[in-house]
C-alpha cells in the first residue's frame, strides 16, 4: 500500500473552507484514495474516497491531481464539530492502513 | 442495524493474563479488522479479515490471536497480556462490493494491563 505524508497540524476559522493536503506520490493505479477522521476518542469515522475523479458529498469534497499523487479534502464550512484528527490513506486491499494525520483545529 | 459492537468497553489486566475482545457486526460485511490505538499516535492495524475462515496479518499482528468462525464475529485474543498492550482496540467492518468502500468502527474497548 501506498503511504501518504499530510502535515502534522492545521488550523481554520470557524464558517471558512478547510483545506487539507495529502501527498501520494507512490499511489498505484488502483488504489483509491480514502479519508477519515477521528474526534476525540471515538472510533474513525468515513468521510469521502475517490479513484481519479473528483468527489463531493454531504460532508465534505475530495480533490483528487491529474497525476493522482496528491489530494485534497475540502471541508466547505468549517464548524467547531469539525475538530479532529483527519487521516489520508491510499488503498487497494482488504487492509486499510492509516498514517498518523493531520489535527485540524477550528477556531471560534 | 446496531453495526458494529464491541466488547468490553473497559478492562483491566494484569500481565501474563489472557482475554478475548469481541466485535461484533450486522451488516454482513465481509472485511473485518482490529486496530490499536496508543495515546497521541494513529491506528495500527493488528489482524484483518475478507472472510469467514481467512484472516491475514497487519503491521503489529504479535501476541494476538484472531479467527472468523462466522462473517458476523471477529474476536481478538490477547494469549499473555503484557503492559505494551495498553490500549484502545477498535474493531471495522467493511462490505467488499465494489464502489462501497465505507469502513465502519466500533466504539472501542480501552485495556489496561497492569
Known amino acids: 500500500d501506498a503511504k501518504t505524508t499530510q502535515p502534522t497540524s492545521m488550523d481554520c476559522a470557524e464558517g471558512r473552507a478547510a483545506n487539507l493536503p495529502c501527498n501520494h506520490s507512490t499511489i498505484s493505479g488502483n488504489e483509491y484514495v480514502y479519508w477519515y477522521r477521528q474526534i476525540h476518542s471515538q472510533g474513525p469515522q468515513y468521510i469521502i474516497h475517490?479513484?481519479?475523479n473528483n468527489e463531493t458529498n454531504e460532508m465534505a469534497s475530495l480533490i483528487i491531481t491529474e497525476d493522482r499523487k496528491s489530494s485534497t479534502l475540502i471541508l466547505p464550512h468549517a464548524t467547531l464539530r469539525d475538530t479532529a484528527v483527519y487521516y489520508c490513506?491510499?488503498?487497494?486491499?482488504?487492509?486499510?492502513?492509516f498514517g498518523s494525520g493531520t489535527r485540524l483545529s477550528i477556531r471560534p | 442495524n446496531a453495526g458494529v459492537t464491541q466488547t468490553p468497553k473497559f478492562q483491566v489486566l494484569k500481565t501474563g493474563q489472557s482475554m478475548t475482545l469481541q466485535c461484533a457486526q450486522d451488516m454482513n460485511h465481509e472485511y473485518m479488522s482490529w486496530y490499536r490505538q496508543d495515546p497521541g499516535m494513529g491506528l495500527r492495524l493488528i489482524h484483518y479479515s475478507v472472510g469467514a475462515g481467512i484472516t491475514d496479518q497487519g503491521e503489529v499482528p504479535n501476541g494476538y490471536n484472531v479467527s472468523r468462525s462466522t462473517t458476523e464475529d471477529f474476536p481478538l485474543r490477547l494469549l499473555s497480556a503484557a503492559p505494551s498492550q495498553t490500549s484502545v482496540y477498535f474493531c471495522a467492518s467493511r462490505s467488499a462490493a465494489s464502489g462501497t468502500d465505507t469502513q465502519y468502527f466500533g466504539p472501542g474497548t480501552r485495556l489496561t494491563v497492569l
Open positions: 475517490g479513484l481519479k
Open positions: 490513506i491510499v488503498s487497494s486491499a482488504s487492509k486499510i492502513i
